[in-house]
C-alpha cells in the first residue's frame, strides 16, 4: 500500500508541474477555435475535382492501345503537313480499322485524353471531336450532353473556317469534307425529332432544355437558323454559284479562279460550298419545301460529270432528294427518270460498293428508292427500263399488286349499299389495301421530316398544353396530303375504261355508267384531265424547275355541248429495235452453245451408242461412214422446224 501511495503522491506532482504548461502551446489546439481552418486552409472543390479529373485521365491515357497513340500521332503529323495521301488513308482505312477493332461499342477517348499526344494541337482536336461524335451517333446512343457537345464543336469548326483572318491552311480529302457537311445535317436532324418528343424528357433533360431557351431567347441549339447560316454561308464565301454559273457560260479556267476570289480558288472552301449546297437540297426537303429545295440546285446539273459524283454518297443522296422533290411536287415522269438513273449506277458499281465502308448506307437508300419508283410508276406507268421495274416487282410485289387496284376515294353519305349474301366479312375493301400500301411504301421511303419550331420548354403552362395536344408529326401530315392526290384520281381509272370505248359519248349516258349526276361528271373529267397532264424536263434542258406541260396517257377527250369527243393516239411499235434485240439474244445462245463442251456418250461392247437400239447387218453394210464429220456426230439427217 504504502508504495502504491508513493505512486500517486508522484504522479500529483507531475500533474501540479504540467499545470503550469501551456497546454495549447505543446500540443495545438486541433479542432478548438478555428486554428486549422484558419491557419492552414483547406483545398477548394474546383481544385480537388481538378486533381481527380486529371488522376482520372492519367488512367484513361494509360488505357489506350499502343497502337491507337500511334495512329492519333501520324493522323496528326499528316494534317499539320498537309499530306493529303496520308488523311485520306487514316480517315478512310485506319479509324474504321481501329473503331472495328477495339471501339465498336464504346466510345473513342475524349479528345483532353489525347490531348498530350498532338501537343495540344486546337485544330486536330476539333477535328478529332468531329469524327468523335459521329462515332457515337452511328454505333452508340447520344445523350443529352453529348447533343449539346456536338454542336458546340461543330460551331467552332466552321467559325474556324468562316471567321479566321483568310483562308485557313488546311487540306482535307473530299470523302470527308461531303462527311462534315453530311453529318452536321444530320445531328441537325436527329436533335429536332429528339427534342420534338416533350412526353419522352426527364426532369434533367427537361431542366436543361429550359435552361438554353431561357438563356439565348428562345431555342438556339441546333436551330434551324443556326444550320442554315452555316451552309449559305459557305456558299457565299466560296461563290460556288457564280462559279459554276461561268462554267455553264464556258468561261475558261482562269476566268473561273477570278471569279472564285481568295477563298473560291481553294479546294478547300470550293468543295464546302459545293456540298453545302447538296446540304441545303437535303435541309429544305426535310422542312418540306420542295420548290425552294430544287431551286437552291439551279447551277448544279444531274449528269455524270458533275462535282458530287466524286464521293458515292453524295451521288446517291442527290438524287434521292431530287426524285423525291419531283414526287412531292407530283411530277412523276421527272421522278422516276432520276430515280432510274441512280439505281442503273448503283446497280453497275455493286462490286465497287461492297468494298465501301458506306455500303450499308448506300444499300438502305436504294432500296428506299426502289419503293419511291414503284409509287410513281403506278401512278404514272412508264416503260423507261424494264430491268429496274422488273427490280421493284421482285421488291414490293404485294405492294403494286395493291397499288395497282381500281377504289373508290370515299362512300358518300346517307348512301346504301345492297348486301351480298355469303360476303366475308372481314375482308378488306380495295380502297383501304390500296391505300394501306401506299402508305406503308411512302413511310418507308420518305426522309424523316423535322418541325422547324421546338416546344415551349421555357414555359411551364405552355408545354403542358403542348404536352396534352402534341401537334401532328410532320411525316403523318407529308402522307395525308399525298392520299389527299391518291384519293382525287381514284375513280380516274374507271372513267378512262369507259371513254376508252367510244370515240363520242353523250355526257348524260356516261354519268349514267358512272352512276353520278352531270355536274359530278365534269369534276371528275376535269380531275382526269388534270392527271393526265405533268410538267416535264426535255432534254435535261435548263434547271431543275423548268419544264414544259405533257400529256402523260395516250387517251385525250374534249367536251362540247353535251358531247364528249374521245381521241385515242395509238404508238406504232418499232419492229426494228424488237428485231435488233432478239438477233442478239438469238447469236448470245448460238455462242453459249458453240463454246460449250461436248456430251460425253457411254459406248456398249457392240460399239453402238447405249441407249439407241443396234443397227442390223443390213443396215452396218448401207450406212456410209462419216469422215471428218463436224462436231464428232453422226452423219443423220436432223430437220428443224421453220
Known amino acids: 500500500m504504502s508504495q502504491r501511495a ?26 478548438q477555435g478555428g486554428l486549422y481552418e484558419d491557419g492552414m486552409p483547406r483545398i477548394d472543390e474546383a481544385t480537388l475535382l481538378a486533381m481527380q479529373q486529371h488522376v482520372a485521365q492519367q488512367v484513361a491515357f494509360a488505357q489506350i492501345p499502343d497502337v491507337v497513340k500511334r495512329f492519333i500521332i501520324q493522323f496528326n503529323n499528316a494534317i499539320v503537313n498537309n499530306n493529303l495521301q496520308e488523311i485520306t488513308a487514316c480517315y478512310e482505312n485506319g479509324w474504321n480499322k481501329l473503331t472495328e477493332q477495339f471501339y465498336p461499342k464504346i466510345e473513342w477517348p475524349e479528345a483532353e485524353i489525347i490531348a498530350p499526344l498532338v501537343n495540344d494541337n486546337p485544330v486536330f482536336l476539333i477535328l478529332y471531336r468531329e469524327l468523335y461524335y459521329r462515332h457515337i451517333y452511328s454505333r452508340l446512343s447520344p445523350n443529352v450532353d453529348d447533343r449539346f457537345h456536338s454542336y458546340e464543336n461543330s460551331c467552332e469548326l466552321f467559325n474556324y473556317l468562316l471567321n479566321s483572318d483568310g483562308p485557313v491552311q488546311l487540306t482535307l480529302p ?37 435552361t438554353e431557351a431561357e438563356s439565348t431567347g428562345g431555342s438556339q441549339l441546333w436551330s434551324c437558323y443556326s444550320v442554315l447560316n452555316v451552309l449559305y454561308s459557305l456558299v457565299q464565301k466560296s461563290r460556288i454559284n457564280e462559279c459554276l454559273a461561268g462554267v455553264k457560260e464556258g468561261k475558261t479556267e482562269a476566268e473561273i479562279q477570278q471569279i472564285a476570289g481568295e477563298y473560291g480558288s481553294k479546294p478547300l472552301y470550293r468543295m464546302l460550298g459545293y456540298f453545302s449546297l447538296i446540304g441545303l437540297l437535303r435541309v429544305h426537303v426535310l422542312l418540306g419545301d420542295f420548290t425552294l429545295a430544287l431551286k437552291v440546285m439551279d447551277n448544279i446539273e444531274l449528269n455524270q460529270k458533275a462535282f458530287f459524283t466524286r464521293v458515292t454518297a453524295c451521288h446517291v ?37 461492297t468494298r465501301s465502308y458506306q455500303y450499308d448506307q448506300i444499300h438502305k437508300t436504294a432500296e428506299r428508292m426502289y419503293a419511291l419508283f414503284a409509287i410513281c410508276n403506278c401512278l404514272s406507268p412508264s416503260k423507261l427500263d424494264e430491268q429496274i421495274l422488273s427490280n421493284a416487282k421482285e421488291r414490293y410485289a404485294d405492294q403494286i399488286a395493291k397499288m395497282s387496284l381500281p377504289f373508290t376515294a370515299t362512300t358518300p353519305p346517307n348512301s346504301t349499299t345492297p348486301a351480298v349474301e355469303n360476303a366475308p366479312e372481314e375482308k378488306p375493301a380495295p380502297a383501304t389495301g390500296a391505300l394501306a400500301a401506299y402508305s406503308e411504301l411512302f413511310l418507308f421511303a420518305c426522309p424523316k421530316f423535322i418541325t422547324a419550331n421546338a416546344p415551349p420548354y421555357n414555359d411551364t403552362e405552355a408545354l403542358a398544353a403542348y404536352i396534352a395536344d402534341v401537334p401532328e408529326e410532320p411525316a403523318v401530315r407529308h402522307l395525308s396530303l399525298f392520299l389527299d392526290d391518291i384519293r382525287a384520281r381514284a375513280e380516274v381509272p374507271t372513267l378512262r375504261s369507259y371513254l376508252k370505248l367510244y370515240t363520242s359519248l353523250d355526257a348524260s349516258k356516261l354519268a349514267g355508267f358512272l352512276e353520278r349526276d352531270e355536274e359530278e361528271l365534269v369534276q371528275l373529267m376535269m380531275v382526269m384531265k388534270t392527271a393526265s397532264r405533268s410538267v416535264t424536263r426535255m432534254n435535261n434542258e435548263g434547271t431543275l424547275l423548268d ?32 428485231f435488233v434485240r432478239n438477233t442478239e439474244h438469238a447469236q448470245r445462245v448460238y455462242d453459249a452453245l458453240k463454246a460449250s463442251p461436248l456430251p460425253i456418250t457411254k459406248t456398249t461392247a457392240a460399239g453402238g451408242v447405249e441407249g439407241e437400239p443396234k443397227p442390223t447387218v443390213q443396215e452396218k453394210e448401207t450406212k456410209p461412214r462419216a469422215a471428218n464429220a463436224p462436231w464428232g456426230a453422226s452423219t443423220r439427217k436432223v430437220e428443224f422446224a421453220a
Open 6 to 31: 508513493n505512486y500517486y503522491e508522484e504522479e500529483l506532482d507531475d500533474a501540479d508541474d504540467l499545470a503550469d504548461v501551456g497546454l495549447n502551446l505543446t500540443i495545438g489546439n486541433y479542432g
Open 174 to 210: 473530299d470523302q470527308w469534307l461531303w462527311d462534315i457537311i453530311d453529318e452536321f445535317i444530320y445531328q441537325f436532324q436527329s436533335f429536332s425529332l429528339w427534342r420534338s418528343k416533350a412526353k419522352a424528357k426527364t426532369e434533367d433533360e427537361l431542366m436543361m432544355l429550359a
Open 317 to 353: 443522296a442527290t438524287y434521292y432528294y431530287v426524285g423525291f422533290s419531283y414526287m412531292a411536287l407530283r411530277r412523276y415522269n421527272d421522278a422516276i427518270r432520276t430515280f432510274v438513273s441512280i439505281l442503273n449506277f448503283i446497280g453497275r458499281m455493286r462490286q465497287y460498293h
Open 547 to 578: 419544264g414544259q406541260v405533257i400529256t402523260t396517257t395516250d387517251l385525250d377527250f374534249v367536251i362540247n355541248e353535251n358531247m364528249v369527243h374521245v381521241v385515242e393516239s395509238t404508238i406504232n411499235r418499232k419492229y426494228g429495235g424488237w
